[in-house]
């Protein structure tokens, strides 16, 4: 894994007017690719094939409960600090908006920059550093199996608010391919909730709609990662009623097909 930071931008300072929950888009990505492939260990991810033809790949377990378990402390300690912002929907100049405001409720933290930002003692790092490693392992896969990816992507702590039915209404993460721009190709979460997590009481689950095909609905117990195209797969989270933590990733195409598209 390359220390490359590539925000076009410099991350903003941090505001203490009480409003930092709902300032700004994440945008900020970097490079993913690995310089040897990994040797650490992976549980492989189901049916692959699933996310060229638009429907999910979903992996149980796909890592040990003892990092999802600091994963999430991470994601609250974060959280604690002021770290995480509200969600927007889209978000990209020129990226048609389809969607109300309205229709999501949840706030996120760009690892690449709110997280970085945050004083150094907060939360856990090294839990950050060992799923960027594995993440990129992904990455390397994804690229080899699926669609060529390029190096960059773009990754967020999510946060639903159980108390007051955080979800995030039906969407499509990559709505139109835009010219120049390093559209968003792969769709990754990773669940970081409990493991009594109870979709009967909790609400929270994941509903994917996969065209020509019968709805699929993910249980977000922590540990499962579901993979899928940005461009294809129209999916929702549903109401919550506890809170529901998650990380959020897209990888995005290179600059090879930027030009080309
Ligand atoms: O929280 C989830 O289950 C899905 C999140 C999502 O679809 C997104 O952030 O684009
Ligand atoms: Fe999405």
């Given at each position: 894994m390359t220390d490359n930071v590539t925000s076009a931008k410099p991350p903003s300072p941090k505001k203490s007017n009480g409003n930092e929950r709902v300032q700004k888009h994440k945008r900020s990505r970097r490079s993913t690719r690995r310089k040897k492939k990994g040797k650490r260990p992976m549980t492989p991810i189901s049916s692959l094939d699933a996310v060229l033809k638009g429907e999910i790949s979903v992996t149980k377990q796909w890592i040990l409960p003892s990092l999802v378990e600091r994963l999430r402390f991470d994601a609250k300690a974060l959280r604690d600090a002021n770290a995480f912002t509200q969600s927007t929907i889209g978000g990209r100049v020129g990226e048609k908006q389809t969607m109300k405001q309205s229709k999501r409720l949840s706030e996120c933290c760009g690892l690449f920059d709110d997280a970085v930002n945050a004083p150094k003692d907060v939360g856990d790092s090294n839990a950050r550093d060992t799923i960027m490693s594995l993440i990129s392992d992904l990455h390397a896969t994804l690229d080899e199996q699926v669609t060529p990816l390029g190096d960059?992507?773009?990754?967020?702590?999510?946060?639903?608010?159980?108390?007051?039915?955080?979800?995030?209404?039906?969407?499509?993460?990559?709505?139109?391919?835009?010219?120049?721009?390093?559209?968003?190709?792969?769709?990754?979460?990773?669940?970081?909730?409990?493991?009594?997590?109870?979709?009967?009481?909790?609400?929270?689950?994941?509903?994917?709609?996969?065209?020509?095909?019968?709805?699929?609905?993910?249980?977000?117990?922590?540990?499962?990662?579901?993979?899928?195209?940005?461009?294809?797969?129209?999916?929702?989270?549903?109401?919550?009623?506890?809170?529901?933590?998650?990380?959020?990733?897209?990888?995005?195409?290179?600059?090879?097909?930027?030009?080309?598209?």
């Amino acid at each position: 894994m390359t220390d490359n930071v590539t925000s076009a931008k410099p991350p903003s300072p941090k505001k203490s007017n009480g409003n930092e929950r709902v300032q700004k888009h994440k945008r900020s990505r970097r490079s993913t690719r690995r310089k040897k492939k990994g040797k650490r260990p992976m549980t492989p991810i189901s049916s692959l094939d699933a996310v060229l033809k638009g429907e999910i790949s979903v992996t149980k377990q796909w890592i040990l409960p003892s990092l999802v378990e600091r994963l999430r402390f991470d994601a609250k300690a974060l959280r604690d600090a002021n770290a995480f912002t509200q969600s927007t929907i889209g978000g990209r100049v020129g990226e048609k908006q389809t969607m109300k405001q309205s229709k999501r409720l949840s706030e996120c933290c760009g690892l690449f920059d709110d997280a970085v930002n945050a004083p150094k003692d907060v939360g856990d790092s090294n839990a950050r550093d060992t799923i960027m490693s594995l993440i990129s392992d992904l990455h390397a896969t994804l690229d080899e199996q699926v669609t060529p990816l390029g190096d960059e992507m773009e990754l967020q702590y999510l946060y639903y608010p159980g108390d007051d039915e955080g979800f995030y209404g039906i969407h499509i993460d990559q709505q139109e391919r835009i010219l120049g721009k390093a559209n968003r190709i792969v769709s990754m979460v990773l669940y970081l909730n409990e493991p009594d997590w109870n979709v009967d009481t909790d609400g929270g689950s994941l509903c994917a709609y996969p065209e020509g095909k019968s709805p699929v609905t993910v249980d977000p117990l922590g540990g499962t990662l579901v993979v899928f195209h940005s461009e294809k797969l129209i999916h929702e989270a549903r109401p919550t009623k506890r809170d529901r933590w998650a990380l959020v990733g897209w990888f995005l195409e290179g600059s090879n097909k930027r030009q080309k598209t």
